[in-house]
């Protein structure tokens, strides 16, 4: 049987909450993931982007936002 440990990614990608949402779904892109955990400053997870999530916001206005 498996364990968590066995299949868990070592190096989690998370995105800073201070990011630009462009520059956060160049990087998910890059890295071909549809999603990411979104940090504070100290570290703490403080939510996750997704695709889904930037199909919504992207463009316009929203473009400038913060993660």
Do not use: K, N
Not at 4 to 18: A, G, T
């Amino acid at each position: 049987m498996r364990t968590i440990r066995d299949i868990m990614e070592p190096d989690v990608f998370w995105l800073p909450s201070d990011m630009p949402l462009e520059r956060a779904a160049a990087e998910l892109a890059s890295r071909q993931i549809s999603g990411a955990p979104v940090c504070a400053p100290d570290g703490t997870i403080v939510g996750m982007l997704s695709t889904t999530d930037l199909a919504e916001f992207y463009g316009g206005v929203h473009e400038l936002r913060l993660v």
